[in-house]
T-cell receptor, first 115, second 112 residues
Framework: GAGVSQSPRYKVAKRGQDVALRCDPI?????LFWYQQALGQGPEFLTYFQNEAQLDKSGLPSDRFFAERPEGSVSTLKIQRTQQEDSAVYLCASSLDGTGSYEQYFGPGTRLTVT | GDSVTQMEGPVTLSEEAFLTINCTYT??????LFWYVQYPGEGLQLLLK?????DKGSNKGFEATYRKETTSFHLEKGSVQVSDSAVYFC???????????FGTGTRLLVSP
């Protein structure tokens, strides 16, 4: 079946612009995660949803970052007033249930470049 | 806090050589441990995992053993192939928590 998909795959934004990144998880997956991967680094956790509830947003770096999953399926990560330090690959992952027992499946990522 | 430390790369090997990529973790909580692989142009994929001390995870000829006494989870393969060239990430997840904590990744380059 289809895996996790993300769009757009590449996004170039001028500093100060707002951006919205979309994640389509595997159908039926309860848990959804966002990670940020800076160049040459490992992914870092941003936020976690179980269905439509955002249960952990401890990794969001500032109040410019906002994520939602209103119907418990597709999720959007929004970054307001982008800064150069926001340049990174944004990864979405989904998992079958909310127990943490199942594998996280990752999407291909959205590469954001802020100029 | 919770962290994972990996050896820096790149690791450059000839085909059929023995591979070890070191990974250590901070001894907080009772984590599950993972190795993820990122092939060029592709997303992260789970390679193997171990959920408790002395467990051995294995997949595609790769192995890693959860060593509590040395807080390590080193990745090994007896004979690497060119197709194993990728970036390998060690990661942990504490019991009762959902998020993965990753190391910085180790690039492996295998030449024919």
């Amino acid at each position: 079946g289809a895996g996790v998909s993300q769009s757009p795959r590449y996004k170039v934004a001028k500093r100060g612009q707002d951006v919205a990144l979309r994640c389509d998880p595997i159908s039926g997956h309860v848990s959804l995660f966002w990670y940020q991967q800076a160049l040459g680094q490992g992914p870092e956790f941003l936020t976690y949803f179980q269905n439509e509830a955002q249960l952990d947003k401890s990794g969001l770096p500032s109040d410019r970052f906002f994520a939602e999953r209103p119907e418990g399926s597709v999720s959007t990560l929004k970054i307001q007033r982008t800064q150069q330090e926001d340049s990174a690959v944004y990864l979405c992952a989904s998992s079958l249930d909310g127990t943490g027992s199942y594998e996280q499946y990752f999407g291909p990522g959205t590469r954001l470049t802020v100029t | 806090g919770d962290s994972v430390t990996q050896m820096e790369g790149p690791v450059t090997l000839s085909e059929e050589a023995f591979l070890t990529i070191n990974c250590t973790y901070t001894a907080t909580g009772y984590p599950s441990l993972f190795w993820y692989v990122q092939y060029p142009g592709e997303g992260l994929q789970l390679l193997l995992k171990a959920t408790k001390a002395d467990d051995k995870g294995s997949n595609k000829g790769f192995e890693a053993t959860y060593r509590k006494e040395t807080t390590s989870f080193h990745l090994e393969k007896g004979s690497v192939q060119v197709s194993d060239s990728a970036v390998y990430f060690c990661a942990r997840k504490n019991t009762g928590f959902q998020k993965l904590v990753f190391g910085t990744g180790t690039r492996l380059l295998v030449s024919p």
